[in-house]
């Protein structure tokens, strides 16, 4: 592989397959960089639309590279530096050497990154725990190994060493299928499952240009990723005779973690989250079916309807299993209140 790029501007780097250029494009991109990027950073930089291939956008690290193709990669303009800590209150829910457990407020912001360097949990985190964060996980994202949406409330856990980062992200990753890891949140959909009890069992992936927006795909396309909801209905809101209803309350349970699976999912049956503007727009017209209490709380409740209730873990020092459970919050509960008046 000689020479195989040239740099045209100081944000951009152009890269020509030659004859000897086999396998992913990611792995071949990679190697032609050397040492500059990581194999994640090329992924992250493929799953951001920031490299083309003969002038097309490139949307899976998965296509295979052929000689002769033209790549070419945007490189995003310099970050801001190391996230300052900021006092911004926290929900602490648990807290020791190896971890802290936070309920996460609706309209909170994980991690800095375009549009929100300042005010998010990482910054809060900084603040409250000093230099105890681990670094494994990116200045960027210290002590993160699992995410909420900015809009979704709920349990989190961070972690504060490297130990606890490795242990904690390992457990994410297997989603409980072999340890004590167990995810659970509730969420307010229109209408009704066909089923009072389900799964979704539906690949997601990127919807179109949109490097965060998410669709349901076949599972032979290149960037479907397997995703699984566990779903029970607990209540059901303005039921008539024929089973159907306005609304319910749903149980969600994960047994994978895709970007924005429950959303996705819900909406891929039928059944939108009430106030997901991304997802579930196209049903706002159905609050013109309600009373007019209910009508007036949800007009006014301008987030997904999606709550982290639950999370349990495996304490990484310890070995107990850690249980926490976190209240609907205020909002989102005038919302239920409503409905259940109906």
Partial sequence: MSAPFTESTAARKELI??????????????????????????KALIE????????????SPNRKIKTGDVVVIDLPAPED??????????????????????????????????????????????????????????????????RL??????VMVVAKNDIAHRHLADQFADHGRTGPLERAYRAVVWGRPRTLAGTIDAALGRSGADRTKRTVKREDTDDAREAITHYTVLERYGEKPDATCLASLVECRLETGRTHQIRVHMAHIGNPLIGDQEYGAAFKTKAN??????????????????????L????????ETMHFEAPV??????????????
């Avoid at 951001?48 to 949307?59: C, S």
């Avoid at 949406?149 to 709920?154: A, L, V």
């Avoid at 873990?313 to 070995?319: N, S, V």
């Avoid at 909002?331 to 259940?340: E, F, R, S, T, Y």
């Fill in 48 to 59: 951001q639309g920031a490299v083309q291939v003969n002038g097309v956008l490139l949307d």
């Fill in 17 to 42: 397959a030659d004859a000897d250029a086999a396998g992913r494009i990611d792995a071949w991109l990679t190697a032609a960089l050397g040492a500059e990027f990581s194999r994640n950073r090329v």
């Fill in 289 to 310: 079916l309600l009373p007019e209490d209910a009508k007036r709380a949800v007009s006014k409740f301008h987030r997904q309807a999606l709550h982290a209730y639950l």
């Fill in 312 to 319: 349990a873990f495996e304490h990484p020092t310890t070995g």
């Fill in 329 to 342: 919050p205020a909002d989102l509960q005038k919302v239920i209140d409503a409905l259940k008046a109906i």
């Fill in 81 to 146: 530096p190391q996230p300052k800590g900021e006092n911004i209150p926290l929900d602490v829910l648990y807290e020791d050497k190896d971890l802290i457990v936070i309920a996460k407020p609706p309209g909170l912001v994980v991690h800095p990154g375009a549009g929100n360097w300042h005010g998010t949990l990482v910054n809060a985190l900084i603040y409250h725990c000093g230099d105890s964060l681990s670094g494994i996980g990116g200045v960027k994202r210290p002590g993160i190994v699992h």
């Fill in 149 to 154: 949406d900015k809009d979704t409330s709920g």
